[in-house]
């Protein structure tokens, strides 16, 4: 078996297509979340039908201090590990999420406790000197919308958080990737209006695992997304803030 | 949870609905709403069986829970298709008890249709092979049902077409095979005496069987078939280099213009398809999926039938007038002019307690009819007019164009179904466009 791969916020479906591209190759799977029920039925697949070894723990993104205690407790159960996926995000109501503390919830679950975990997996993996983390953020963080920026900002501070991480791992032979999805087909997505070009989960998971044996840093899913980007980012402020985005 | 409006249709095309969707990919989400919703697998049906003003989608819901790889159980939750439990099951020296034409269905459609094989004659319908469900009720409440537990309501579930609730989980025993390929043999028939011939006789007999029908062959070729035989092949009997399954890259990009299947090009076919395969007298080897799904290998084949899509046709008669009745239904529809592209012909055996499952001991008959006109429906209220007079039934997955009244008939116990209904779902929350159609409902007053 290969070295296991942890998957913060397992329940979502990008996280288990990518467990699933993980299990694929052989890797064991540990899954973090808070939901007892649905990490027992993923795991429980993922072992079925890959033949590897899936193990859960529960998570409370909100409780800072027991991350430690978490990260030490997954790693006694598998071993090494050979990597990281924060897969865990919260779009929630974005109109509502303008307001505090509504807000300060959206920041925690999207940046605050995402840093811990990856903190913790970024001190394990430095002194391992090798492997992976890959951090799913989000192209909302690449420029604030009136729409959206409680998740945007949070997801923007993710990215800048990552791109830290990156400079500081890349002496100690550890890759740092930032996903940005576009839109996805999960339950976040699901019958919201205004979708287009949306991606399955399973060519996100795909995709995600392909990206820890390429060279590219930040991996905008589908790849033309960075494109899309890039021309709204180039948008002058002064014209931007006028547009209803 | 979030609604999504769509589009839906059966495997037929038709009819064509938009009905507000839900997805949960939560096991505590798979829940009736305070709408009428009705659940769906993977739409394989033909008709409206998973249409409906509200459709609860169960593809998300598709983990599997527990394998037992000694004593051949599987536990697995109903949005988990027959194509993903063989990909694991096979390696290990498993195979489905009962399986339907193709492997895109859930194992939720499995059991709301209790689907039958070519096995039927031997094996039953899948019902027979479950060892438990967790079904969803109305209220809220999981409940295990079996043969054995909550009997009532589980002989409601099987057949009973999502009405009695979300079937949330389906465990099943197995059987053990030795290797991934069939032994078949084909046997030709001439016509229809000598495709009854075939099936009757003891020595040709194998675990499956079915025929294919020539529909449009008449009067003296009239039901000229092909019957398939066959068996899991014993892994010491292959020949020590076999070739592997057929790989599915096919597909139908495009609905196929109404003028395409005409009489002439179907007959054609068939002239071609029963000189091919009634060759085949010698036993040869087949992998299962060639087998067992030769059309899976053609993604969205029913574009075939064209924009305006198809009715498959499929009923059973009892033995006793069974050449009758399927010797009236195949001139019928020669006589109609409508090529039937497929259709299969097969010997069912007893009929479980389900009180709305199809198989009864008997022959069934299955035959495409492409939607292109009214007339379709009075064809089908003729072929409906035969299979009443020989005691026959259609069979509900399949179906789109039955009428309440003979739906009736052909379903003696459906008032012992209604009151179980009744009992479980009282304020009528599981309602498909099937079940208004066949009043299915819960009678309210
Ligand atoms: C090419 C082809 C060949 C076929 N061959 C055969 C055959 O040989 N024998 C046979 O018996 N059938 C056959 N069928 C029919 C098919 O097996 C059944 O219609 C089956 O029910 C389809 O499963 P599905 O998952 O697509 O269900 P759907 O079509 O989505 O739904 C069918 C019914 O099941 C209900 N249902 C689905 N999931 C659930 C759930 N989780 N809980 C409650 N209710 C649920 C729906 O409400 C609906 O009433 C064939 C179909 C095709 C397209
Ligand atoms: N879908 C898209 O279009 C899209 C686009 C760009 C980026 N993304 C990102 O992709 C990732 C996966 O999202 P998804 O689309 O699969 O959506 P999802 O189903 O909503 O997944 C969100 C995941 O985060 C977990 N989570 C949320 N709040 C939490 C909390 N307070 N504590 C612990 N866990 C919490 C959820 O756990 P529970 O199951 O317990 O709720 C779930 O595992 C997210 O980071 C999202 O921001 C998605």
Redesign the interface.
Known sequence: MAEAVMIVGATSAIARATAAAFAALGHDIYLAGRNADELTRIAADLAIRYQVRAHWGIFVAEDLTSHAAFFNQAMAEMGEMRGVVLAMGMLGDQQAARDFPLGAEVIMVNFTAAASILSHSANYLEARKQGFIIGISSVAGDRGRQSNYPYGAAKAGLSAYLQGLRNRLSHSNVRVITVKPGFVDTAMTYGMAGLFLVASPQYMGERIVRAVNKSADVVYLPWFWRYIMLIIKTIPEAIFKKLKL | M???NQPLSGWGRYPVQTCAT???????DLQASSTTQIARGQGRSYGDAALGETVILTE?VN?????DSTAGTLRA?AGVTLA?VL??IVPQGWFLPVTPGTRFVSLGGCVAADVHGKNHHHDGAFSQHIIALELILADGAKVACSATENAALFWATVGGMGLTGIIGEVSLRLIPITSPYMQVRHYAAANLTGVFALFDNAALDDAYSVAWIDSLATGKSLGRSVLMTGHHADAADLPSVMRPAAKSTLSMPFDLPAFVLNPWTVKAFNQFYYSREGHKTQPFFAHYSDYFYPLDGIAHWNRLYGKSGFVQYQCVIPTAGAFAAVTALLEKLAASRRPSFLAVLKKLGAQNQGLLSFPLAGYTLALDIPMRDAGVLALTRELDAIVLAHGGRVYLAKDALLTAQTFRIMYPRHAEWLRIKQAVDPDGRFASSMSQRLDLGVQHG
């Open positions: 979030n609604k999504l839900s997805r949960p990919e939560r096991y505590q998300r983990r599997m829970l527990a394998f939750e993903e990909e694991v």
